[in-house]
Nanobody, 115 residues
Framework: QVQLVESGGGLVQPGGSLRLSCAGS????????MGWYRQGPGKERELVAE???????NSADSVKGRFTISRDNAKNTVYLQMNALKPEDTAVYYCSAPFRSITYWGKGTLVTVSS
């Protein structure tokens, strides 16, 4: 059974920073492409950023220059450094990983950007 557990969410003021973590575990589990997604109030879930095992990254235009995705393969952990946060970044953030033809999701961590 694969498990993805996110952490690091919380309340932050506009312009602030947060770092999210997602740790993967499970028998035989290894991360290939890992992604961060988010779902804001009344919105559909959207891709924020993704990273391959070798470190190639892709991110949404709305977060380019502000968010950075990284990973530690030895720890099966992916990170999302979020800087210059805006109120519109408020959402539940989920990590996702495909493994053996199944896409796994974490339960999410809430990020609220508000003064």
């Amino acid at each position: 059974q694969v498990q993805l557990v996110e952490s690091g969410g919380g309340l932050v003021q506009p312009g602030g920073s947060l770092r999210l973590s997602c740790a993967g575990s499970g028998s035989g589990f290894s991360m290939n492409v890992m992604g961060w997604y988010r779902q804001g109030p009344g919105k559909e879930r959207e891709l924020v950023a993704e990273i391959t095992y070798s470190g190639l990254t892709n991110s949404a235009d709305s977060v380019k220059g502000r968010f950075t995705i990284s990973r530690d393969n030895a720890k099966n952990t992916v990170y999302l450094q979020m800087n210059a946060l805006k109120p519109e970044d408020t959402a539940v953030y989920y990590c996702s990983a495909p493994f053996r033809s199944i896409t796994y999701w974490g339960k999410g961590t809430l990020v609220t950007v508000s003064s």
